[in-house]
């Protein structure tokens, strides 16, 4: 029987290449940084944003910054005294843990932490993570802000969305066109994890609770070679 035309056969070992090809280039960019710059930065995410991360490329323009494998980012700065790419980065890749990225740059410490002490911009919650805040909505004319500002400066809901948020659980109805609830509606509560449902809500009234934050670990110095640990560490402002 004849072999179909739309038929495609895709050999798994041109996936496997692409794959590694890849892999050899993170490790080799890595390896490159640490002999271009003066130090290394290990640092972790909170409520992961690529529109934000991008903001921080952006920052250090003058910088690398790696956001792979963290396998492939440890291997790449070594390991283990045999294999360390520079003497003592070893004790920098023990810090390559779960959801973390480095940063080559020749600017000094303190600069860096400063930066990233105070950059700290919210976004909406997503599904799956933990509420910041209880957000309760209260009884009445239901507000565009849900008294996140106060009466005087806010407009009712619009009565087309009224539909929508009891879909999502508000237990809403229409009151010669306005939304109004009989009594306070709590959308979540400080610590528990959030819904598709809850995420929704708290996007509608525009309440955001989720900060995008970079948490400096620990630093390497070329110029000492020495490993520099931040966790709990108080930040000087200029």
Known sequence: MPRSKRA????????????KDHTLK?????????DAYQY????????????YLKDVRTEFGDSRLFFGKTKVMAKALGTSPEDE???NLSALSRHVTGTVGLLF????????????????????????????????IPSGTVYSRAGEIPVE?????????????????????????????ENEYTVC???????????????TFGVVTAEFRVDVKAYWSAATQEVTEIGGMEVEKS
């Open 8 to 19: 495609k056969v895709v050999h798994l070992s041109k996936t496997a290449k692409k794959g």
């Open 26 to 34: 993170l490790f080799g960019s890595i390896r490159d940084s640490v």
């Open 40 to 51: 290394c930065f290990v640092f972790g995410v909170e409520n992961m944003r690529n529109t």
């Open 85 to 87: 790419h520079a003497p």
């Open 105 to 136: 740059t020749s600017r000094e410490p303190q600069s860096i932490l400063e930066y990233f002490s105070t950059y700290a911009p919210l976004d909406y919650a997503r599904s799956g993570t933990v509420a910041s805040r209880t957000f309760t």
């Open 153 to 181: 400066e806010d407009v009712p809901l619009a009565h087309s969305l009224e539909v929508a948020v009891r879909k999502l659980g508000m237990p809403t109805k229409l009151v010669k066109g306005k939304v109004e609830l």
């Open 189 to 203: 509560t400080e610590g528990e994890v959030l819904d598709s449902s809850q995420t929704a809500l708290l996007k």
